[in-house]
C-alpha cells in the first residue's frame, strides 16, 4: 500500500520549471517530504507531519476559490520548482491550501496543537469550516489549538488562506521582489517550512527559554506552560551523556536556576559540545507533558586587549570570528532546502572551508538549521529579514543626515517580528549577534532599536547596523568594502568587524539561474583564478586584524539567482575553489587572536 500511494503522489508532481536543480531535488519523494522532526530544541514523541500534496488555488484577493486548482507540494513556497507550482501570487491575489487528515485514535481525550514551522506572510486558517487562528509574519514558528473544532471521527479538512505583499506591503521580507534583478531575488508566498500536528495533555509545555552562565557555572531555565496559574512543578534534567550532571525542580513560571558542574564542558567551534535535557512538567504528581531539549555552556562577550582594541570574545578569550554570508536560497525550493540532508550540507561545507561563523543574511532558517550549527560548531550572526524604503547611506562616518521616519504599521510590523525572531531563536547556542538593521534597508531609530534589542537579550552581542549607517549604539561597528578589504573607519570603543567583502565571481556554464545574465563584483574564468585571488584578500584581512578588525564576513556561501559569487554554485554541484588551500588560509584567519 506505501509504495502504491508513493507511485500515486508521484504521478500528481513533478518539478514545474528547467531551471537548475540541487541533487537533493532530484531525489524528492513527495509522499515523505522533509519527514524530520521539525523542532529539536522541544521535541515529543508523539506528532503527525502534514507535509506533502495539497490542493491549491489563486484567486483575487477577497474571493473563496469555487474549486482547487490542482496540487502543491508542501512546504515549498508556490513560486518554486519544488512546490509543482512555479506560480507567482502579487499583491492583488490570495494563495489556498487544502488538505484533509485523520487524528489517530490513540490522541483521543488530548489536545492537538497544529504547527506551522513558516507562513510567508499573513494567513488565516479553518479547519471544518470553524476560522481557527491567523498569524503575520513570514519567519516565525506559530501553533492552533484546534481541538474543539476536530471532527468527533473520521476526516478533517484544513484550509490555509495567505496574502503577501512581497515588496509592497510594510512588513520585514528579506531580500525578496516582485520583479528579480542584481541581488534581489523571487518572491516567496505562502507554507516554507514544516506544517505538523501534535497531541499534549491540558497541561503542557510552551516554550523553554535556557541562559547559560559560564563564570557562575550555572544554567537558568524559564519554562513557559499553558497552565493559568503556577500550579504545576517544572523539572529540568541535564544529562552529559547518559549521565545526569544537574537537576532542579520549581513551579511553572519561576527561572530555574541549576548549578552546573565545576569542570563543566564549554561550547566553542572546536568543541561544540552540547548538554541533552528533559524538561517534564507535573501536575499533583502526575507528569503532564515531558518534552526532550539541549542546551550548552557558552558566552559571547567584547574585552579590550592588551593594545586597547575590542576585540569579540567566546568563553572569555579573544577569538576572530570569520565566516561567510549565507542568504540560504535553493535554485529548486527558494527559502526552503530539499532536505534535512541539504540544509546540513552547507553549513559543513563552510565548516570543512575552515570558517568558524556564519552570518545569516536578511534570512531567518528552519529550527534543524540552527540545530546543524550547534552540532558543527558554527557560530551564528542572525540578520533581520529586513524590508522598507532606504534613508541616504554614509557608510565610513557618524551618520549626520536624517533617519527613515516609517509609518506606525510598518515600524510595528518590524517590532513585532524581530522580538518574535529574538524569542524563537533565543535558546539555540549558535546564535552569538543580532543585526537588526543591514546596510541602511529599512534602518530607522537605530539608537533606540539597538538599546531595545540588547535589553530583550543581553545575552548576545549586538550590531546595530552592518554596513549601514553607523550610530555609537551596540557592542559592534560593521564595515563593508567590495571587493578588497580596507579599514577605513575604526571605533576605539566597540569591536570593529568588516561585515561583508569579497564577491569573487565564476560563472560555470551548466550552473547558471539565468546563462545570460550573471554578475560578481570582480569575475575571473576559472577555480585557479578565484582561489588566487580569494587568498590575496585573505592575506589583506589577516594584516588587518593587528590593526583592528576582530571578525569578517566573506561574500559568499553559494551563488544566489543571478549573483555568481558563491565559494560555491547554486546548485551545489561545484564547489569553485580549491578547498585545501582555503581551509589552509581560513584556519590562519580564524586563528589569529589565539
Known amino acids: 500500500m506505501a509504495v502504491l500511494l508513493a507511485a500515486t503522489a508521484s504521478a500528481q508532481w513533478q518539478l514545474a520549471d528547467n531551471k537548475i536543480s540541487t541533487k537533493w531535488a532530484e531525489e524528492i519523494n513527495p509522499s515523505n517530504v522533509l519527514p524530520e522532526y521539525p523542532r529539536p530544541i522541544m521535541e515529543r514523541n508523539e506528532w503527525q507531519n502534514l507535509n506533502g500534496l495539497w490542493n491549491y488555488a489563486i484567486t483575487p484577493k477577497g474571493k473563496t476559490p469555487d474549486s482547487y486548482e490542482g496540487k502543491i507540494l508542501v512546504p515549498f513556497a508556490v513560486e518554486s520548482s519544488l512546490s509543482g507550482v512555479g506560480k507567482t501570487v502579487g499583491t492583488e491575489k490570495e494563495l489556498w491550501y487544502q488538505r484533509s487528515f485523520t487524528v489517530p485514535s490513540t490522541w483521543k481525550g488530548k489536545k492537538i496543537l497544529l504547527n506551522f514551522g513558516a507562513v510567508d506572510w499573513k494567513a488565516d486558517i479553518w479547519l471544518n469550516n470553524i476560522k481557527v487562528g491567523q498569524h503575520t509574519g513570514g519567519y516565525t514558528p506559530f501553533s492552533l489549538d484546534i481541538t474543539t473544532a476536530l471532527a468527533s471521527k473520521g476526516d478533517n479538512t484544513l484550509v490555509v488562506k495567505v496574502w503577501d505583499p512581497t515588496d509592497r506591503g510594510p512588513q520585514p521580507r528579506g531580500k525578496q521582489v516582485n520583479r528579480p534583478e542584481g541581488i534581489w531575488y523571487t518572491s516567496v508566498t505562502g507554507i516554507w517550512q514544516t506544517v505538523w500536528l501534535e497531541p499534549v495533555n491540558e497541561a503542557h509545555i510552551t516554550n523553554i527559554r535556557t541562559t547559560s552562565d559560564i563564570d557562575n557555572k550555572k544554567l537558568s531555565v524559564d519554562v513557559a506552560t499553558s497552565t493559568k496559574t503556577p500550579s504545576g512543578i517544572v523539572e529540568v534534567k541535564v544529562y552529559d551523556g547518559k549521565e545526569i550532571v544537574a537537576t532542579a525542580k520549581g513551579l511553572s513560571g519561576q527561572t530555574i ?189 537605530t539608537e533606540d532599536i539597538a538599546q531595545w534589542t540588547k535589553e530583550h537579550d543581553p545575552s548576545r552581542l549586538v550590531n546595530a547596523a552592518s554596513g549601514g549607517n553607523h550610530f555609537p549604539c551596540g557592542d559592534i561597528l560593521d564595515l563593508h568594502h567590495y571587493p578588497n578589504p580596507t579599514l577605513d573607519f575604526y571605533d576605539a570603543g566597540r569591536a570593529t568587524v568588516l561585515g561583508e567583502y569579497g564577491g569573487i565571481g565564476l560563472a560555470l556554464k551548466d550552473h547558471l539561474w539565468k546563462p545570460d545574465h550573471n554578475w560578481g563584483y570582480v569575475k575571473f574564468n576559472t577555480s585557479e583564478e578565484v582561489t588566487a585571488q580569494y587568498e590575496k584578500y585573505a592575506n589583506d584581512l589577516y594584516n588587518l586584524i593587528l590593526r583592528g578588525f576582530s571578525a569578517a564576513v566573506y561574500t559568499q556561501t553559494t551563488d544566489v539567482e543571478m549573483e555568481v559569487n558563491g565559494l560555491m554554485t547554486y546548485d551545489r554541484k561545484v564547489i569553485k575553489v580549491d578547498e585545501q588551500r582555503i581551509r589552509q588560509i581560513n584556519s590562519k584567519i580564524c586563528n589569529a587572536l589565539k
Open 257 to 445: 536556576d541549576i548549578p552546573m558542574p565545576e569542570n563543566s564542558k564549554l561550547w566553542s567551534p572546536d568543541s561544540p559540545f552540547l548538554y541533552s535535557m528533559k524538561v517534564s512538567l507535573s501536575e499533583h504528581g502526575k507528569v503532564t507533558d515531558q518534552v526532550d531539549s539541549y542546551t550548552a555552556m557558552r558566552k559571547y562577550s567584547t574585552h579590550r586587549d592588551k593594545n586597547g582594541i575590542v576585540r569579540l570574545q567566546l568563553n572569555n578569550r579573544d577569538l576572530f570570528q570569520f565566516g561567510p554570508l549565507d542568504q540560504g536560497w535553493w535554485p529548486d525550493g527558494l527559502y526552503t532546502a530539499p532536505s534535512d540532508e541539504a540544509l546540513l550540507y552547507d553549513i559543513q561545507k563552510t565548516k570543512d572551508l575552515g570558517f568558524n561563523m556564519i552570518r545569516k543574511h536578511v534570512k531567518v532558517e528552519p529550527a534543524r538549521w540552527y540545530t546543524h550549527c550547534d552540532k558543527v560548531g558554527m557560530i551564528v550572526w542572525q540578520d533581520m529579514p529586513n524590508g522598507d524604503k532606504e534613508p541616504e547611506w554614509q557608510m565610513y562616518n557618524y551618520f549626520t543626515g536624517n533617519e527613515l521616519n516609517r509609518t506606525a504599521e510598518s515600524e510595528k510590523c518590524y517590532r513585532k517580528e524581530w522580538k518574535e525572531i529574538m524569542d524563537y531563536l533565543y535558546g539555540y547556542p549558535c546564535i552569538g549577534v543580532w543585526v537588526p538593521f543591514n546596510e541602511r534597508w529599512g534602518q530607522f531609530k
